[in-house]
C-alpha cells in the first residue's frame, strides 16, 4: 500500500475565480484605429452626437483654419488634438459642443505654389488669363484640404469633415466682401500711401504675422551730411552731421535728417585725413572737419572711423534743441534735381542714444517713423524703388544696377559706398555688422520697407461717433479670459501699439477689394444698392464676378462705369481669415453653431495673427471680440530643445508616428506635455508615453478581466461596502472634481495626468493589489468580493468616459468589449454618476494606513532580497499603532500576521499556507491544506 504522503496535492487552481477577458494586451493600434474610425463614419458619430445634444448649452470652439498648402505637421497635430480635447471634455459635461474644421485657401502661399509649377514649364503666369489662374489655385487648394482633412481624421479628430468651411467657398467669399463693406460704410477704411512690410521677391505687401527674423550680416555705414543753414547755432554751419545705418540703400532717397531735442551732441574736430577717391584730379583731405554726433556716442563714432582726434578735439557742446531749423544737404547734392534740395533738421521722438551717432538719416518711402515725421512736415515720398526692389530706371545713377536686398548692391565695395566714398560723405564702411532683420516666412527672402499706395482700416478713428477701434480691441481684450494670463498682455501690447491695418495685397489668388473709386475725388461708392449686387455676384460666382465685364451689371444704371476705378488689389488672407467667424458662427450653414465664440485656440504666434485680424474685424464691425476666452499653445520642439528645422533634419512627422505607434500614443503625448510653453518630442520621450499608455491599457484590462459576468444581482449598496471601497469611492470623488476643474482651466496635461497616477498608484499598486485575493479566492455571493466588483464596476464607468477624451480609439475598444453593440459608441456618454459617498470621513485613516503600508514593503525588502521570505505572505509584522483591527491590517499590508509594536518589524511567519489562497493563516494545519474561507468557496462553487 502506498504512503499517504506520496497521494499528489490538490490543485485548487480551477476553483480559483481568475479575471477572464478577450482584451488583449498588446494594443496593435496602428492595424486597429483605422478599423475602429470607418466604424463610426458609418455609424455617422458626429452628427448622432448632434441630434442627441440638440436643445443642450452649447459650448462652441471656433476653428482657427489651416493654411490648405502641404502636409499635416506636428503642429497640425497637436492643435487639432488640443481643440479635439476641448470638444470631448465638454461634449462629456453634457453640452452640445459642435467642431467644424475650417481651412485657409486664398493668399500668397497657394499662389507661389502654382507659379512655381509654371516656371518649370516654362509659363509666365502674367500670360495666362485671369480666371485660368484663379482656377488653378482654387484646385490646388482643394487638393490639399482633402489630404489634410484625411490626415487630421486619422488622428480621431470628431468634427464635421463633411462641411467644413473654406474660406475660397463662393458664400465666404461673399461674406468677406460684405465685411468689408461695412468698413467702408463706417469711413475706417481708406486709402493712402506709407511704407509697409514689402517682399521684392513676392512683389506684394506682407503682413507683420508673414515675417519672421533671422540674423543676418550688413554693411554699415556712417556718412557726413554738411550743414549749411543753422539759425540757433551759426557756428554748426560748415560741420558734418554724422548718421549711422545698416540700410545703405536708402541713402539716395534721404529727405531729412532726426534729431532728440534733449539729447546732448558735440562737435569734434578731426584730425585724420580720410581717404577718398580723386576728385577731379585732387585727393580729398578731411582735415579739420568737424562732426556732429551725439556725446553718450562718440567713443563708437571714433572706434567705427578709427578718427584719432586731437587733445580737445571736442570744440562744442550743445542741446539738440539747438538743431531747430538747420538744414544739410545731401552728400549727392553735385547730382543736382532731387539731391539739390536742402534736408531740414526735424525733431524725432524716437531717436535715441542706443546705437548709431544720435542722428537718422530719414527715408519716408522704406522707413514708418520716417514716414510720420516727413509727413508732419509736408514731405512725399518719391517712390523710386519698384515692386522688385530696383531703383526705378530713371532714378539718377542708380536705376536697374541692381536689386536693394542683394548684399552686393550695397555693401562696402558696391556703388552706392563707392559713390560717397568719392564724394568725401563715407566716414567708416564695414561688412559685418551682424542683426537681426525681417524675412517673408514663405520664401525666406528679405524684406524691404517700402512706401506704396495701400488699403487701410484706421485703428485711430472714431467708429462713427464712438470709440476707435483700437479702444475697443483693448477694451474687448480686458473682457476676455486669456490662458495662459500672460496673452492677454501679449495680445494687448501689440494693438496697443500697431499702426494702421494695411488690408491690401497685389497679387492674384484672393478676395478682392470689391470697390469702385470715383476717378475725380479719390472717394470710394458706398451705394447700399451696388454693394448689394457686388455681395449678391460673389455669393454667385465667387471671386471671378469682380471682372471688367462686370462693372456696369455691378454699378447698375445710375453710375458712368467710365467714372469709376475698380480696384484690382486683392484682400490681405488675414482679414479673410478674420472674418471666418462671420461666415461660420453667423451664417445659418451650420445652425448647431452661434455667435460669439466661447473659445479660439492656436498656436502663441497667433496674438499677432488670426486672434488679432479676428478681434480687430469683430471690434471694427460688432464692438466686441468674437470669442470669450483665448486658449494659446507653445511651439514643438525636437528632443534636444531645438526648433524642428528640415534643413537640420530633426523634424517629426505625425502620420510616421501614428504608423508606429498609433494616434492614441500621439495623443497622449499631445496631452501629456505642458503645451502652454514650447515643449519637446521624440523617440525616447515616445518611449516613455508608450509606457505610459501600457499601463493605462493594462488598468482597463484588468478591469474588464475582474468584471466578467457582473450583473445587478452581484451589486451591492454602498451602506453594506466595506471600508477600503468606501475609501476608493472618497478618491474617485476627488478626482471627479478635479478633473471637472482641470476641463475649466484648460489643463489638460494635469487632466491626463491626473487619470494616469490614479490608475497606477491608487489602482494598479493598491487597490488592485489588495483586493486580487477577495477577488480571485472569495466565494461569489461574499460581501466583500460583492463590495469590490461593484466599486470595480464604479471605476469603470467613470474611467472609460474620463480616458475616451485623450484615447479616443483605445476607450471605444474598451467599450465595445464589454458592452459590443451595432450603434453604441463610448463617445454617446456622458459625465459619469457616482454613489453617493458614505458620510464618514475615512480618508485620514486610509492615508496612515497607505503610509504605514510603505514603511511595511520596505521593511519586507531586505529579507525578500536575503531570501528569509520569497513573498509578503510569509512575513509577520509589527507596527507601532493599528489604525484598523490586526486581520484587516494584514489584508492590507498583504502578510501574514500584523501585531502592535514599538516599530515597524518584520520576520518569517511559523503559519502554513492555504493551498488554494496562498495566504499563510493560523488556520491551516499543514501546508496546502485550505483555510476555512477556501473551504466555504470550494463548497458554494461545488454545488
Given amino acids: 500500500m502506498a504512503d499517504a504522503s506520496d497521494t499528489p496535492k490538490r490543485d485548487w487552481r480551477d476553483t480559483v475565480f481568475l479575471p477572464k477577458t478577450d482584451f488583449p494586451m498588446k494594443a496593435g493600434l496602428p492595424q486597429k484605429e483605422p478599423a475602429i474610425l470607418e466604424r463610426w463614419q458609418k455609424l455617422g458619430l458626429y452628427q448622432r452626437l448632434r441630434e442627441q445634444r440638440a436643445g443642450r448649452e452649447k459650448f462652441i470652439l471656433h476653428d482657427g483654419p489651416p493654411y490648405a498648402n502641404g502636409d499635416m505637421h506636428i503642429g497640425h497635430a497637436l492643435n487639432h488634438i488640443l481643440k479635439d480635447m476641448v470638444v470631448r471634455t465638454q461634449t462629456l459635461l453634457g453640452k452640445d459642443a459642435p467642431y467644424v474644421p475650417g481651412w485657409d485657401c486664398h493668399g500668397l502661399p497657394i499662389e507661389w505654389k502654382v507659379e512655381e509649377e509654371y516656371r518649370k514649364k516654362k509659363r509666365n503666369k502674367d500670360e495666362v488669363p485671369a480666371r485660368e489662374f484663379r482656377a488653378e489655385c482654387r484646385a490646388y487648394a482643394q487638393h490639399w484640404v482633402n489630404t489634410q482633412r484625411e490626415q487630421l481624421k486619422r488622428l480621431g479628430i470628431n468634427g464635421d469633415w463633411d462641411k467644413p468651411y473654406l474660406t475660397m467657398d463662393f458664400a465666404a467669399e461673399a461674406t468677406i466682401v460684405a465685411e468689408l463693406m461695412k468698413f467702408a460704410e463706417t469711413g475706417q477704411l481708406y486709402r493712402g500711401a506709407k511704407p509697409v512690410m514689402w517682399s521684392p521677391v513676392e512683389k506684394t505687401a506682407l503682413a507683420e504675422a508673414e515675417i519672421e527674423y533671422e540674423d543676418i550680416t550688413s554693411t554699415q555705414i556712417d556718412v557726413a551730411f554738411e550743414i549749411v543753414e543753422a539759425p540757433n547755432a551759426p557756428e554748426l554751419v560748415g560741420a558734418h552731421a554724422v548718421i549711422w545705418t545698416t540700410t545703405p540703400w536708402t541713402i539716395p532717397v534721404n529727405q531729412a535728417l532726426a534729431y532728440g531735442a534733449e539729447i546732448d551732441y558735440v562737435v569734434v574736430e578731426s584730425t585724420r585725413s580720410f581717404a577718398s577717391a580723386p576728385v577731379n584730379g585732387a585727393v580729398q583731405n578731411m582735415v579739420d572737419y568737424r562732426y556732429v554726433v551725439a556725446e553718450p556716442l562718440l567713443d563708437a563714432f571714433r572706434a567705427r572711423t578709427d578718427t584719432r582726434l586731437a587733445p580737445g578735439a571736442v570744440v562744442n557742446r550743445f542741446k539738440g534743441s539747438q538743431l531747430a531749423g538747420a538744414v544739410a544737404r545731401h552728400p549727392m547734392h553735385h547730382l543736382g534735381g532731387f539731391f539739390a534740395k536742402p534736408r531740414p533738421f526735424l525733431a524725432g521722438d524716437f531717436v535715441t542714444t542706443d546705437a548709431g551717432t544720435g542722428l537718422v538719416h530719414m527715408s519716408p518711402d522704406h522707413g514708418e517713423d520716417d514716414f510720420e515725421l516727413c509727413k508732419a512736415h509736408g514731405i512725399d515720398p518719391v517712390f523710386a524703388v519698384d515692386a522688385g526692389g530696383f531703383y526705378r530706371e530713371d532714378w539718377a545713377w542708380l536705376g536697374g544696377q541692381g536689386s536693394v536686398i542683394n548684399k552686393k548692391f550695397t555693401a562696402s565695395d558696391g556703388p552706392i559706398c563707392s559713390d560717397l566714398r568719392a564724394a568725401g560723405a563715407l566716414l567708416a564702411a564695414s561688412d559685418d555688422f551682424v542683426h537681426s532683420y525681417p524675412h517673408s516666412w514663405r520664401s525666406k527672402a528679405k524684406v524691404i520697407f517700402r512706401c506704396t499706395p495701400q488699403w487701410f482700416i484706421a485703428v485711430d478713428r472714431p467708429i462713427e461717433g464712438g470709440a476707435t477701434l483700437r479702444e475697443t480691441a483693448l477694451a474687448a481684450i480686458a473682457a476676455t479670459r486669456f490662458v495662459p494670463e500672460k496673452g492677454r498682455n501679449r495680445i494687448g501690447a501689440m494693438v496697443e501699439g500697431r499702426p494702421d491695418w494695411v488690408i491690401s495685397r497685389q497679387r492674384a489668388w484672393g478676395v478682392p477689394i470689391a470697390l469702385f473709386v470715383d476717378r475725380k475725388t479719390g472717394h470710394y461708392l ?384 511559523d503559519y502554513h499556507k492555504c493551498g488554494r489562497c496562498w495566504r499563510l493563516l493560523p488556520e491551516v494545519t499543514e501546508d496546502d491544506g485550505l483555510c476555512g474561507r477556501c473551504t466555504a468557496a470550494v463548497g458554494e462553487v461545488g454545488a
Fill in 526 to 909: 458706398c451705394d447700399p444698392a451696388v454693394n448689394a449686387r457686388i455681395v449678391d455676384a460673389f455669393r454667385a460666382e465667387g471671386v471671378d464676378a469682380w471682372s471688367e465685364e462686370a462693372v456696369p451689371a455691378l454699378l447698375g444704371p445710375d453710375y458712368d462705369p467710365a467714372d469709376y476705378e475698380r480696384v484690382t488689389d486683392i484682400l490681405d488672407v488675414w482679414f479673410d481669415s478674420g472674418c471666418t467667424h462671420a461666415f461660420v458662427l453667423e451664417s445659418g450653414r451650420w445652425p448647431e453653431l452661434r455667435w460669439p465664440a466661447d473659445l479660439y485656440l492656436e498656436g502663441s504666434d497667433q496674438h499677432r495673427g488670426w486672434f488679432q485680424s479676428s478681434l480687430l474685424e469683430s471690434c471694427g464691425t460688432r464692438g466686441r471680440a468674437p470669442y470669450d476666452a483665448v486658449l494659446t499653445h507653445g511651439f514643438t520642439m525636437d528632443a534636444k530643445g531645438m526648433k524642428m528645422s528640415k534643413s537640420l533634419g530633426n523634424t517629426v512627422n505625425p502620420l510616421d508616428l501614428m504608423k508606429e505607434y498609433g494616434a492614441d500614443i500621439l495623443r497622449l503625448w499631445a496631452l501629456s506635455v505642458d503645451f502652454t510653453e514650447d515643449h519637446r518630442i521624440g523617440k525616447e520621450i515616445l518611449a516613455g508615453v508608450a509606457d505610459q499608455y501600457r499601463k493605462l491599457r493594462n488598468t482597463f484590462r484588468y478591469l474588464l478581466g475582474a468584471l466578467d459576468g457582473f450583473d445587478e444581482g452581484e451589486r451591492l449598496p454602498v451602506s453594506e461596502w466595506p471600508e477600503l471601497e468606501r475609501y476608493m469611492l472618497h478618491l474617485v470623488h476627488a478626482l471627479d472634481k478635479q478633473l471637472r476643474q482641470a476641463i475649466v482651466d484648460f489643463d489638460f496635461n494635469t487632466y491626463t495626468r491626473l487619470l494616469s497616477d490614479f490608475a497606477n498608484e491608487d489602482l494598479s499598486a493598491f487597490f488592485f493589489d489588495i483586493r486580487k485575493d477577495s477577488l480571485y479566492c472569495d466565494a461569489p455571493t461574499d460581501t466583500t468580493r460583492r463590495a469590490y466588483r461593484t466599486m470595480l464596476d464604479v471605476l469603470f464607468h467613470a474611467l472609460v468616459r474620463w480616458a475616451a477624451a485623450v484615447l479616443t480609439f483605445t476607450a471605444e475598444e474598451v467599450w465595445q468589449t464589454r458592452f459590443p453593440s451595432e450603434d453604441g459608441s463610448v463617445h454617446f456618454l456622458d459625465w459619469p454618476e457616482l454613489p453617493a459617498e458614505a458620510s464618514e470621513d475615512i480618508s485620514q485613516r486610509w492615508l496612515a494606513i497607505r503610509a504605514l503600508r510603505v514603511r511595511v514593503t520596505e521593511a519586507i525588502e531586505p529579507l525578500r532580497r536575503e531570501k528569509i521570505v520569497r513573498s509578503s505572505l510569509e512575513a509577520n509584522v509589527t507596527v507601532p499603532e493599528l489604525p484598523l483591527d490586526a486581520d484587516a491590517l494584514a489584508e492590507a499590508f498583504i502578510v501574514a500576521k500584523v501585531s502592535p509594536g514599538d516599530e515597524v518589524t518584520v520576520t518569517r511567519t
